[in-house]
């Protein structure tokens, strides 16, 4: 199922990375989108002081985008091709299992279902844009469970409003640490939230994507990124997974 590098384990890598090549960060990078906007330019980094999280943050993004890279395409789809080859997926074949997930809200197991199917039979386009949004109502989700309010108040107009997956991770950083651990935030900031990384969040809801994006790694590690927190608490169960489950 892979694992999540922590933000320590980035920050040492790229400080490494780094000290190994000084003369390439010594300059500050620019990033573009398709149309050639500068969507983001990362600061150059100090070789006589200590680099800060923000000078080290293309050079960890580089390094994400490779190591996603290599896992999609050499684990991912293998296991969602070996998947799909040895067994008739349906809507309704993984919703018993998430059905026992507390990251998955009752009413979207059918959802998450249809998603999963989607991305397992490599349709990833479908698998993609359902799977995305849904993210955000699971994490929505548990931290409603764990009592922390997500919603935010107006005063101007008496109303309250869901807090949106990034005013989540902006404001509730602290709440967010403690309930899916360091390494589960980090990963979720670099692929969907935070440039220079691929931002798919941004991508998927504001129809930025191209018709090739998602057949790329980014992805289809995002979707499998989303499996791995929707079955992350059954683990510790799986040799009391019964046979007959799926019958």
């Not at 573009?32 to 906007?37: C, E």
Request: net charge negative; with cysteine; glycine share 6%.
């Amino acid at each position: 199922m892979s694992q999540s590098p922590t933000p320590d384990e980035l920050r040492t890598e790229a400080q490494r990375s780094i000290n190994d090549n000084p003369f390439s960060s010594i300059f500050s990078t620019s990033f573009h989108d398709r149309d050639g906007k500068v969507s983001y330019r990362s600061e150059n980094v100090d070789l006589m002081s200590a680099p800060t999280d923000e000078a080290l943050r293309s050079t960890v993004a580089e390094a994400e985008r490779i190591r996603r890279q290599i896992f999609a395409e050499g684990d991912i789809q293998t296991a969602r091709r070996l998947i799909n080859e040895s067994y008739y997926i349906t809507d309704g074949t993984l919703v018993a299992l998430l059905r026992h997930s507390n990251f998955v809200p009752a009413e979207l197991l059918r959802t998450y279902g249809r998603g999963f199917q989607r991305f397992f039979q490599g349709d990833p386009v479908s698998g993609l844009y359902i799977l995305t949004p849904l993210l955000e109502a699971s994490i929505r989700h548990v931290l409603k469970g764990r009592g922390y309010d997500v919603s935010t108040f107006d005063n101007a107009t008496k109303t309250q409003q869901d807090l949106t997956i990034s005013a989540m991770f902006d404001q509730m950083k602290s709440e967010l640490l403690e309930v899916f651990g360091a390494a589960f935030v980090a990963d979720i900031e670099k692929v969907f939230l935070d440039q220079p990384g691929p931002t798919i969040r941004h991508q998927v809801a504001h129809g930025l994507m191209t018709d090739g994006n998602p057949y790329g790694p980014d992805s289809a590690y995002a979707c499998w990124l989303i499996f791995r927190l929707c079955l992350i608490t059954l683990f510790p169960h799986r040799e009391k997974i019964d046979v007959n489950l799926w019958q």
